[in-house]
């Protein structure tokens, strides 16, 4: 529980560097007065009577700081000093400018009239309610220094308590950008630091955009929660594959494989009523009932069935109607499926294994897609295109698929335990970031699921804290690959359900 907070008092900052600070893009800010570690209090949105914004902030943050001049004064955050440090030379300035919001001749010219620049790390909060103020107006002189809250409104006679904690980064969030910044570190992913500062200029009302602000958080490391929001993830149609599988609606079967293959990574530039992997179109007598055309050629026949056998017409059909509209050729080097619940007789089965026709059960495109929208990235198609091209086929042949998703799932295991080990680890030694040989040494006494070499693991870590990933890790570049360092963001979790 939060002792109570008592302000008195306001920093008198930029408008536009208090929004920055209330998006988590910035951490700290340039007082025109030291900063002791410890203080708290409220700030002020300064506004210039007409500032020259595209001289002073980096030309991505310029929509940004024209909606925040157009907004209330009002105090909305107050803040803790977790440290100021002095910048002195031009080097440190310019390396400033790179992690921070402020252009790189603005601080020039600051420092060569100043001779120097505090910089305060401010732990950034939320206040509960808006702090009204009736101030219009501050003498320029007041500009990066502290005034009396009672010098902003006179009914503000009495220090505004604060009891209730609403940080806006996280304590590892927070810790990770303050270490890169006091140790003035090159930003790891400049171009997606960039995607982040274009997306939070969308009204906070769109939803699409709050998801994809949180998911570049995670990527950057500034944040360790997620948004999810399941009925945005669109999953119920998954849990109805086995269901419809083993039923009697064969169109809507139909149209959910074509739309897990969609979801797949699949495509089809044809979709014509032939060959179709449209899932909104009602199948029809005549046609392929799947067709996918890149990133490589598959086509399947579906077959809805309720306790009954598949007889060698399936079979017989997909052969027939994969000929005729696709060709001897292109048919001949497509990969075969037979999405069957029942089984086949054994005419069947002679012509699927002699025609390299894999089957898969519903139960087991239901997993596969399962896998799929919990770990977007654990599914490569080429693995599983050598999966189905290989033996065997017919009824054997969803034994096979199954273990591909079982060693997929396996592969999650892994690199779950990888990012709970370094997550633990980082507690327990009260570090930021450790470096590869560190965790290697943790990760081998942790009774891992499989032994892994150094380098391997620095592979996987790298893989873990990829931006094109989903953020579990973050990382720090070294000189070399011996000396990168990594960090928790969040968990890798398990659970198979959707």
Not at 211 to 224: C, R, T, V
Not at 299 to 326: F, R, W
Not at 401 to 425: A, E, G, P
Request: overall charge neutral; charged content about 20%.
């Amino acid at each position: 529980m939060l002792e109570t907070v008592l302000l008195d008092r306001a920093l008198c900052l930029p408008a536009v560097d208090i929004a920055a600070l209330l998006k988590g893009q910035l951490v700290a800010v340039l007082p025109r007065v030291p900063v002791q570690t410890g203080w708290t209090f409220a700030l002020y949105p300064y506004v210039e009577k007409a500032p020259s914004l595209e001289k002073i902030y980096h030309s991505r943050f310029l929509p940004l700081a024209k909606t925040t001049l157009a907004q209330s004064s009002a105090i909305e955050a107050w803040a803790m000093c977790e440290q100021c440090m002095m910048l002195h030379s031009l080097e440190q300035v310019e390396a400033l400018s790179q992690l921070a919001i402020w252009q790189k001749d603005t601080l020039k010219r600051e420092l060569e009239q100043r001779q120097h620049l505090f910089l305060a790390f401010l732990r950034v909060y939320r206040t509960p309610e808006l702090i009204t103020v009736s101030c219009k107006g501050l003498s320029p002189d007041k500009f990066g220094k502290f005034i009396g809250l009672s010098g902003l409104d006179k009914q503000l006679n009495q220090p505004v308590k604060i009891s209730n904690k609403l940080p806006v980064l996280d304590d590892r969030a927070f810790a990770q950008r303050k270490h890169q910044l006091e140790n003035l570190e090159p930003p790891a992913h400049p171009e997606i630091e960039a995607l982040y500062d274009a997306i939070v200029q969308f009204p906070t009302t769109t939803p699409k955009a709050i998801h994809l602000e949180q998911d570049l958080k995670y990527f950057l490391g500034w944040a360790e929660s997620a948004i999810v929001s399941k009925s945005n993830l669109d999953t119920n149609w998954i849990k109805e594959i086995t269901q419809m599988g083993n039923s009697s609606d064969g169109d809507r079967f139909e149209k959910l494989v074509r739309k897990s293959f969609i979801k797949l990574g699949f495509s089809n530039s044809l979709n014509n009523a032939k060959a179709s992997l449209d899932p909104t179109a009602s199948g029809g007598a005549g046609g392929i009932d799947i067709y996918c055309e890149a990133p490589y050629a598959l086509v399947g026949e579906c077959k809805a069935s309720k306790h009954e056998s598949v007889p060698n017409s399936v079979s017989a059909q997909l052969i027939h109607l994969g000929t005729t509209h696709l060709g001897r050729v292109r048919f001949e080097q497509s990969i075969k499926v037979l999405f069957v619940a029942g089984r086949l007789t054994d005419p069947a089965e002679k012509a699927a294994v002699e025609n390299q026709m894999n089957v898969m059960r519903p139960e087991t495109l239901e997993r596969l897609i399962t896998l799929k929208a919990k770990h977007p990235g654990v599914i490569n198609l080429y693995d599983l295109k050598a999966c189905l091209e290989t033996p065997p086929f017919g009824e054997a042949s969803d034994k096979k698929v199954n273990l591909y998703i079982d060693r997929s799932w396996q592969q999650i295991t892994l690199r779950s335990h990888i990012v709970q080990q370094v997550k633990l680890y980082l507690e327990s030694a009260k570090l930021n970031a450790a470096e590869i040989s560190a965790l290697h040494a943790v990760y081998t006494f942790s009774s891992p699921p499989q032994s892994l070499s150094l380098e391997e693991l620095h592979s996987i870590l790298i893989e873990l804290s990829s931006p094109l990933t989903e953020g579990y890790l973050g990382r720090i570049k070294g000189n070399d690959w011996k000396s990168d360092r990594f960090y928790f963001l969040r968990p890798l979790n398990l659970d198979p359900e959707l």
